[in-house]
T-cell receptor, first 113, second 110 residues
Framework: KAGVTQTPRYLIKTRGQQVTLSCSPI?????VSWYQQTPGQGLQFLFE???????NKGNFPGRFSGRQFSNSRSEMNVSTLELGDSALYLC????????????FGPGTRLTVL | EDQVTQSPEALRLQEGESSSLNCSYT??????LFWYRQDPGKGPEFLFT???AGEEKEKERLKATLTKKESFLHITAPKPEDSATYLC???????????FGGGTRLMVKP
């Protein structure tokens, strides 16, 4: 079974630009969660989608948004990039809405210059 | 607010020297406690889920245990390939959201 895939793996953007990251969950998994990982703050929850609906959202500004498609693939968007948005963005998939293990993808390394 | 604290932040061991990593947590309604391993530049790799106090799980040289306030990851006779950052996370009442600790960076010298 293929794991979670994330594209692109690396991105370099400049301040003020916007970026879209993509995540394909494990086949059959319907829940996708996004996390931001930085050396200073560690792993922080961004949001979770299940069956195309956002179920939970972390404490991030409105510049961070996401969506999920009918095939469970998910995208997250960051608008008006800031230097502090440089991080490893991780996607995790699980089979159901709760009580389930979450499996992470390799991440997208975003660098904002 | 759910909180997870891991200790120590870093741990250096000689190959074969057993030790334990600690994960203390506070959560409103524990649904599950998760352990992950993360290598540099990669996504976390799932190791274990523990659901209730007293539960234990093992995988090769790793054994995870759970009490009502903390979890331990015991590493028996570690090898250099066990070097990684070990992350602990809790799942509470908010769907699949995980709250992570800061991690323990384990270095095993041959």
């Amino acid at each position: 079974k293929a794991g979670v895939t994330q594209t692109p793996r690396y991105l370099i953007k400049t301040r003020g630009q916007q970026v879209t990251l993509s995540c394909s969950p494990i086949s059959g998994h319907r829940s996708v969660s996004w996390y931001q990982q930085t050396p200073g703050q560690g792993l922080q929850f961004l949001f979770e989608y299940f069956s195309e609906t956002q179920r939970n959202k972390g404490n991030f500004p409105g510049r961070f948004s996401g969506r999920q498609f009918s095939n469970s693939r998910s995208e997250m968007n960051v608008s008006t990039l800031e230097l502090g948005d440089s991080a490893l963005y991780l996607c995790a998939s699980s089979s159901g809405p709760t009580y389930n293990e979450q499996f992470f993808g390799p991440g997208t390394r975003l660098t904002v210059l | 607010e759910d909180q997870v604290t891991q200790s120590p932040e870093a741990l250096r061991l000689q190959e074969g020297e057993s030790s334990s990593l600690n994960c203390s947590y506070t959560v409103s309604g524990l649904r599950g406690l998760f352990w992950y391993r993360q290598d540099p530049g990669k996504g976390p790799e799932f190791l274990f889920t523990l659901y209730s106090a007293g539960e234990e799980k093992e995988k090769e040289r790793l054994k995870a245990t759970l009490t009502k306030k903390e979890s331990f990851l015991h590493i028996t006779a570690p090898k250099p390939e066990d070097s990684a950052t070990y992350l602990c996370a809790v799942q509470g009442n908010a769907g699949n959201m995980l709250t992570f600790g800061g991690g323990t960076r384990l270095m095993v010298k041959p």
